[in-house]
Structures are given as C-alpha cells and as structure tokens.
T-cell receptor, first 115, second 113 residues
Framework: EPEVTQTPSHQVTQMGQEVILRCVPI?????FYWYRQILGQKVEFLVS????????KSEIFDDQFSVERPDGSNFTLKIRSTKLEDSAMYFC?????????????FGPGTRLTVL | GENVEQHPSTLSVQEGDSAVIKCTYS??????FPWYKQELGKGPQLIID?????GEKKDQRIAVTLNKTAKHFSLHITETQPEDSAVYFC????????????FGSGTRLQVQP
C-alpha cells in the first residue's frame, strides 16, 4: 500500500540553525501538507501546497518557514533560523486533491529537537 | 477560525465494551469531519470520516454521528479490542471546501484485556 515517507525520523539542531525536513508524498497525490504537534498538544496545520504554490497557510507559518517541491517526488519544509519553540513532531500529509472525500494520508513524522 | 474541543482526554474501557469520544466545533461552515487514530511512533491514520450532508456513518465496529445544529460529532467504537488502544483525534475543516484540518486535543483510549 502506498504511504507517505519522511526523513529524518529525528533531527537535533542548535537554536538559530537552518533545518530541512523531507517528505515523499504518495505518487499520484496533488495536495501536500505540513502539520506539527508540540509534545502533549494538538496537531496544528502549518501549510498546504498545490500546483507548486502555497494554497493556504496558518499564522504559525511565518517568514521563518518555507516549503518547496524541488523535484517530482520530494516535498520539503525549511525552517530558516530555528527557535526552541520549534521543537515538535512535524507531519507531512498528502491527498489526491479531487472528489468530495479527499482523505489526507499522514507520514510517520520527524521529531525536531532544538537545543 | 475553527476551534475543535474533544472529550474525554483519557478513556479506559474493558475489552468488549463500547467507547464514545465526543467533539464540538465552532464554525458552522465546517463540512468535513475526519477521525484519526495515532499509535505510538506513527502518524495519524484516518479511520472514518463524515460530511455534513449525512448524520451517521458506520464501518464495521466504528461509527460516527454528526449533529449540525448542535455542532458536535462523536466516534463510537463497539466491541473494543486491545488493538484499539491508541490516541484518537477528531478534526474539522473549518469551511466548505477548505482542506486545512483543525484537530481536537486527542483522546487516549486504553482497552483493558
């Protein structure tokens, strides 16, 4: 069964450093998403991406964040200058992008620890 | 924006009993309500969803009900099994056609054998 994959599974970085989280969405999906979950808190929407541009973003997704689809398979989230409060589990998701029921499939997540 | 409240935060049942998790949402424009199961170390997995044009949907031991007037929806799991133990999240899309999901705070379900 096709699945969303994410790398790395765990990333440790120093405050102020740039990090890039990588995702490979399901191959025939057209919509891509990033969510995050701070330990013990809700899953929060960050951004959605369609047709090589951001289709929606939350207040969390400020100028420190960017997304890119650098090739036909990868979808990346970049945090330019990490802060302690960026420590969280980051989930990538993808969906077909068509039809009434557009199920979002989530990857296993990348745990980001900012020291 | 949309706000989703979920109760209870933890739920312990005996194997074979039923479990009910409840959510309320704030934005009457929400029209898509998925439920996700998250096992330890894994991402959320969709288990059932419902759109606002129906009041109830069932898939084997799992059912979801939606009350648009009261803006609440519930997950019902019957004949619970130990493998149902996980964290369950409800979510809502916040507006017709919107894809970004607003999640509830999660319910940790423990099924005692």
């Amino acid at each position: 069964e096709p699945e969303v994959t994410q790398t790395p599974s765990h990333q440790v970085t120093q405050m102020g450093q740039e990090v890039i989280l990588r995702c490979v969405p399901i191959s025939n999906h057209l919509y891509f998403y990033w969510y995050r979950q701070i330990l013990g808190q809700k899953v929060e929407f960050l951004v959605s991406f369609y047709n090589n541009e951001i289709s929606e973003k939350s207040e969390i997704f400020d100028d420190q964040f960017s997304v890119e689809r650098p090739d036909g398979s990868n979808f990346t989230l970049k945090i330019r200058s990490t802060k302690l409060e960026d420590s969280a589990m980051y989930f990538c998701a993808s969906s077909v992008g068509q039809g009434v029921r557009d199920e979002q499939f989530f990857g296993p997540g990348t745990r980001l620890t900012v020291l | 924006g949309e706000n989703v409240e979920q109760h209870p935060s933890t739920l312990s049942v005996q194997e074979g009993d039923s479990a009910v998790i409840k959510c309320t949402y704030s934005d009457s424009a929400s029209n898509y309500f998925p439920w996700y199961k998250q096992e330890l170390g894994k991402g959320p997995q969709l288990i059932i969803d419902i759109r606002s044009n129906v009041g109830e949907k069932k898939d084997q031991r799992i059912a979801v009900t939606l009350n648009k007037t009261a803006k609440h929806f519930s997950l019902h799991i019957t004949e619970t099994q130990p493998e149902d133990s996980a964290v369950y999240f409800c979510a809502a899309n916040g507006a017709t056609g919107r894809r970004a999901l607003t999640f509830g705070s999660g319910t940790r379900l423990q099924v005692q054998p």
